[in-house]
């Protein structure tokens, strides 16, 4: 247990990611004590580099967040790698359940705990997830340009995947997996000029480290040097269903409902990220923190000038 522990934080962050790091960085040099809890899981971690992000353009993800750890610290935060059990309490009393660790008291929260990608359960596709296997053509079409892509037909979303990746490659192959192609979707496919597949897809050919063809359950393969998967993505809520945070449905996955400064519907909580964004890049998601961040402390400024304001009047009521 370290000195802290008995403290009530004004924040406890919970997620290391970019959006939590961002948020954290923002909170320590508004002077507020901040502790961000990190279980070490990005969601980002398969992929080499970071793209699309000004000023560090294909940063290794690890990297970024180790320079993101050391700014915190920088600024007086504090970062506790752990896994959060639980959280429970009402504002300005919220307790955060480490796993194995102490219990953080906190007068407000950040839920940063990104999300997590439903893969299709097609051999390698796991093991190639975030090289081979792709999903957003701005994190990686540039990387693909030119190349022979598949993109698999296991989802309704896989139609919109060709559109968008045929803008950085002609060489683009939609599998169907068996599943039958409406017209309309046909008619689409050929405009863009897209190979079609019609064969279920039994699993990807990986040549040592480099997906090399998918292969059908006929026995054939089809060369390609990428496929594009879309992936159900789910923010992880189950930490926070103690206070009464859960996912809200969408079409392709799941996520926390805030408003525009990242409030959630609980007093005192706010999300940021892919937690409350699924379709967020690193980017966004960085800047989504620090949103979320200044209204935080907008937030304890006004609280604790509320509670100024009541002390002086009594006392002048006393005199």
């Known amino acids: 247990m370290t000195e802290r522990d008995d403290e009530t934080r004004d924040v ?42 000004l000023g560090l353009e294909g940063t290794n993800p690890g990297e970024l967040l180790a320079r993101g750890r050391d700014e915190v610290v920088g600024y007086g935060g504090e970062i506790l790698p752990g896994e959060v059990a639980g959280v429970s309490g009402v504002p300005d009393e919220f307790s955060v359940a480490l796993r194995d660790g102490p219990v953080l008291r906190a007068r407000r929260l950040l839920i940063a705990t990104g999300l997590v990608d439903e893969l299709p359960d097609i051999p390698g596709v796991r093991e190639q997830w975030g090289h081979g296997v792709l999903h957003c053509p701005y994190c990686h079409g540039w990387e693909v340009r030119d190349r022979r892509i598949g993109v698999l037909g296991t989802d309704p979303m896989a139609f919109h995947k060709v559109m968008l990746f045929r803008q950085w490659s002609p060489d683009v192959v939609f ?17 863009l000029d897209a190979q079609v597949v019609e064969g279920v897809i039994s699993r990807l050919e990986i040549d040592g480290d480099e997906l090399s063809g998918v292969r059908l359950d006929g026995g054939a393969t089809v060369p390609v040097d990428a496929v594009v998967v879309s992936t159900r993505m789910v ?8 206070i009464g945070i859960s996912p809200t449905t969408h079409p392709a996955g799941a996520f926390i409902e805030t408003d525009q400064f990242g ?44 509670r100024a304001v009541s002390a002086a009047a009594a006392d002048e009521g006393d005199n």
């Open 12 to 53: 406890v962050v919970v997620g290391g990611g970019a959006a939590g790091l961002s948020a954290a960085l923002t909170l320590a040099r508004a002077r507020r004590s901040v502790t961000v809890v990190d279980a070490g899981e990005p969601r980002n971690a398969p992929a080499d580099g970071v793209h699309g992000l």
């Open 175 to 191: 599998f169907a997996n068996g599943n039958p192609i409406e017209p309309q979707d046909r008619t689409t496919l050929n405009a």
């Open 263 to 306: 409030a959630t519907s609980v007093p005192g909580v706010w999300a940021a990220g892919n937690s409350s964004d699924i379709g967020a890049q690193v980017s966004n998601a960085a800047a989504d923190g620090a949103r979320a961040a200044q209204h935080i402390n907008t937030d304890l400024i006004m609280k604790d000038l509320e």
């Open 235 to 242: 923010a992880r809520t189950d930490v926070v269903a103690g």
